[in-house]
């Protein structure tokens, strides 16, 4: 082997086919390394004894051990560096039945065989680079657990609909779609958060100090504006949803990262199976009422304001009583500091009324300034 190919990430081919295995080693020897199996269980021997395979390429046919059973062997793993290795499952068809299984079962990526070889490529270097990633995430664990006792929360972002996407519009579609919500995530996470790349149109964010309230209220204030999102292709307007799944330490440092992402990573597939477009955690579905008050506060608060000083105050409007209750421990602490008559009991007693009357309000703008003025 040449020091050039030792250098390069090492991907293990499992197919009972040589003329696959052949033709995909074509494809991919000058960006990657190789090693071919015939089947699962000789597939999952070399996954035992080589510690440098980074990708796993696996037919789902085969004699002894097939594909999906490799897939088991691999998620239940105990060894850390095998159960967090990304999956790419290749089929002769587009079998829907097929492609559900496997992300069942917790495959990374699923294409056909015959794939371009540019895409390929791509998917593979985005694979490789996440496995990269992991890696370097579960190496600064133990420094993170130091800073924070443990205290670490992971989200899991998924695209919904991203391969039904991909296959209506296209695949540099798709990837336009996964460069806008990598932007949006580089925009609105913390200086401290780290971002991770899992698969196309699919996600991590690590967030250490920070409870899953706290995680809950950003996942929904990420939805909301993926969602204010419309992309125009040819004649179709194009919008976009997101499930995102929460998993934390709860300051349990003995918890292993990839712990958290895969525990998050099937509550981004339990919300998939209701549907999509969702926020799940422990609990179940997380929403606007299930988030903690002062998480609210700080979402839900900065959101309107976002929305009144752009002229959009109609929509904070619409969430006055959402507003009020997370407004209200604050005003309390500044009723107790300056004692100027902030009428608490009155703003409580409005904010559990269900429907607001908004002909009882209105709002009137001046200028650039929204101005709020209650009617008699």
Same mark, same amino acid.
């Given at each position: 082997?040449?020091?050039?190919?030792?250098?390069?990430?090492?991907?293990?081919?499992?197919?009972?086919?040589?003329?696959?295995?052949?033709?995909?080693?074509?494809?991919?020897? /000058?960006?990657? /390394?190789?090693?071919?199996?015939?089947?699962?269980?000789?597939?999952?021997?070399?996954?035992?004894?080589?510690?440098?395979?980074?990708?796993?390429?696996?037919?789902?046919?085969?004699?002894?051990?097939?594909?999906? %059973?490799?897939?088991?062997?691999? !998620?239940?793993?105990?060894?850390?560096?095998?159960?967090?290795?990304?999956?790419?499952?290749?089929? %002769?068809? /587009?079998?829907?039945?097929?492609?559900? !299984?496997?992300?069942?079962?917790?495959?990374?990526?699923?294409?056909?065989?015959?794939?371009? !070889?540019?895409?390929?490529?791509?998917?593979?270097?985005?694979?490789?680079?996440?496995?990269?990633?992991?890696?370097?995430?579960?190496?600064?664990?133990?420094?993170?657990?130091?800073?924070?006792?443990?205290?670490?929360?992971?989200?899991?972002?998924?695209?919904?609909?991203?391969?039904?996407?991909?296959?209506?519009?296209?695949?540099?579609?798709?990837?336009?779609?996964?460069?806008?919500?990598?932007?949006?995530?580089?925009?609105?996470?913390?200086?401290?958060?780290?971002?991770?790349?899992?698969?196309?149109?699919?996600?991590?964010?690590?967030?250490?100090?920070?409870?899953?309230?706290?995680?809950?209220?950003?996942?929904?204030?990420?939805?909301?504006?993926?969602?204010?999102?419309?992309?125009?292709?040819?004649?179709?307007?194009?919008?976009?949803?997101?499930?995102?799944?929460?998993?934390?330490?709860?300051?349990?440092?003995?918890?292993?990262?990839?712990?958290?992402?895969?525990?998050?990573?099937?509550?981004?597939?339990?919300?998939?199976?209701?549907?999509?477009?969702?926020?799940?955690?422990?609990?179940?579905?997380?929403?606007?009422?299930?988030?903690?008050?002062?998480?609210?506060?700080?979402?839900?608060?900065?959101?309107?304001?976002?929305?009144? !000083?752009?002229?959009?105050?109609?929509?904070?409007?619409?969430?006055?009583?959402?507003?009020?209750?997370?407004?209200?421990?604050?005003?309390?602490?500044?009723?107790?500091?300056?004692?100027?008559?902030?009428?608490?009991?009155?703003?409580?007693?409005?904010?559990?009324?269900?429907?607001? /009357?908004?002909?009882?309000?209105?709002?009137?703008?001046?200028?650039?300034?929204?101005?709020?003025?209650?009617?008699?």
């Amino acid at each position: 082997m040449t020091e050039v190919a030792a250098q390069l990430p090492r991907i293990l081919i499992v197919d009972d086919s040589r003329m696959v295995r052949a033709s995909l080693i074509k494809q991919i020897r /000058d960006k990657f /390394d190789v090693r071919e199996e015939v089947d699962g269980e000789a597939g999952w021997q070399s996954l035992l004894l080589d510690p440098t395979i980074e990708v796993v390429i696996s037919d789902i046919g085969m004699p002894r051990l097939d594909g999906f %059973g490799l897939l088991q062997r691999i !998620r239940a793993s105990r060894l850390a560096r095998v159960n967090c290795l990304p999956v790419l499952i290749i089929s %002769g068809e /587009d079998e829907n039945e097929a492609r559900m !299984r496997a992300q069942e079962l917790g495959a990374t990526d699923f294409i056909t065989k015959g794939t371009p !070889r540019v895409e390929l490529l791509a998917r593979l270097e985005a694979l490789a680079k996440l496995a990269q990633t992991r890696r370097e995430l579960e190496q600064s664990r133990e420094q993170l657990v130091r800073r924070n006792r443990g205290d670490v929360s992971v989200m899991v972002i998924e695209v919904d609909h991203y391969d039904r996407l991909c296959e209506s519009y296209g695949h540099s579609v798709g990837q336009l779609v996964h460069r806008k919500l990598s932007k949006l995530l580089s925009a609105k996470v913390r200086k401290e958060d780290t971002i991770a790349h899992l698969a196309e149109g699919q996600f991590a964010v690590i967030s250490p100090s920070a409870d899953l309230d706290a995680c809950g209220a950003f996942a929904l204030r990420l939805r909301r504006a993926i969602e204010t999102i419309v992309m125009t292709y040819k004649e179709h307007r194009i919008r976009v949803s997101l499930t995102v799944g929460l998993a934390s330490a709860h300051g349990d440092a003995s918890v292993s990262l990839e712990h958290l992402l895969q525990t998050a990573a099937q509550r981004v597939a339990d919300g998939r199976k209701l549907g999509g477009n969702r926020v799940v955690s422990e609990s179940g579905e997380v929403t606007a009422d299930t988030v903690g008050r002062f998480s609210r506060l700080a979402v839900s608060v900065d959101h309107a304001l976002t929305q009144i !000083r752009t002229g959009s105050g109609e929509e904070a409007r619409k969430r006055l009583r959402e507003l009020t209750n997370t407004l209200l421990p604050l005003l309390e602490m500044i009723e107790s500091e300056y004692h100027v008559g902030i009428p608490l009991a009155e703003l409580a007693e409005k904010a559990q009324i269900t429907n607001i /009357d908004m002909n009882a309000q209105a709002m009137t703008t001046v200028g650039s300034r929204t101005v709020w003025r209650t009617g008699a």
